[in-house]
């Protein structure tokens, strides 16, 4: 698929107007700022003008929503993949689609679904990308990382765009086809939290504690608990260290 590129100064969010338009797949919208960026879980998503790459892209995937699970953790293997390409080095991901660097959170994905269970399912995802954060902007965004805090060249955001871009290219199709299950053990070789103790908080407030062994061939999150294996699916839940 040919993206088709739109780049606007402003905007309230990239996510929302692809919706909004019904843009068609491989739409590609990039932002210079957005006055109402919007992360996970009803959060805010705080851009800096200038210093982040903030675009989403209409993706229609042919098969139904089941067979979208573990779609965000393909995404952060897409994106880390592109880092390493432009030569950044350590990022990794968190369950499920946060790419980190070690000082914190460099990326996020923000995935909108609209299909069913069976037809075809369009998604709108939206990547937020760190590149140079002020230092109001670091303090309002808790543990927010940006490119200058991983080993690499000075970030180039065009070229950094082409180069996620064509990522997706690549890995977008694939998943469509094969589903998560041949990525796994690449996106268990990228994960920074392997092995350690979490906690799961679900929309509710409801935790659930153990150690991360890794994902599953769904992209499913594998918790070692106390009382047994839990499995948990990337949806209303967040992931915190103990
Ligand atoms: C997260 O909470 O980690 C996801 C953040 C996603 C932010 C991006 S920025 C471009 C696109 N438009 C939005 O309103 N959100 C996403």
């Avoid at 709108?124 to 990308?129: A, F, K, N, P, Q």
């Avoid at 230092?135 to 991983?150: G, K, M, N, Q, V």
């Amino acid at each position: 698929t040919p993206f088709c590129l739109q780049l606007v100064d402003e905007i309230d969010s990239t996510n929302r107007s692809l919706r909004q338009e019904c843009a068609v797949h491989g739409t590609v919208l990039a932002a210079e700022w957005q006055t109402a960026g919007k992360g996970r879980l009803g959060r805010q998503w705080i851009g800096s003008l200038g210093g982040s790459l903030l675009f989403s892209v209409v993706w229609r995937f042919s098969g139904g929503m089941t067979r979208l699970a573990g779609l965000s953790l393909a995404l952060g293997i897409a994106l880390t993949r592109a880092l390493e390409k432009k030569g950044y080095q350590g990022t990794g991901l968190k369950w499920p689609n946060d790419v980190l660097c070690p000082k914190g959170k460099l990326a996020g994905i923000l995935i909108e679904l609209s299909g069913d269970a069976l037809g075809p399912v369009d998604a709108v995802i939206g990547i937020g990308l760190n590149l140079r954060l002020s230092p109001e902007e670091r303090i309002h965004a808790d543990h927010a990382a940006d490119l200058s805090d991983c080993s690499g060249p000075s970030p180039e955001r065009n070229a950094l765009l082409a180069a996620i871009l064509n990522e997706l290219a690549d890995i977008l199709p694939r998943f469509d086809q094969d589903g998560f299950a041949p990525l796994r053990t690449e996106w268990e070789a990228r994960h920074l939290w392997q092995g350690e103790q979490a906690k799961l908080i679900s929309a509710d407030g409801k935790e659930s504690r153990g150690r991360i062994i890794g994902v599953a061939e769904d992209g499913a999150l594998r918790l070692a608990g106390e009382d047994g294996l839990k499995v948990a699916y990337a949806g209303d839940v967040s992931l915190r260290k103990v």
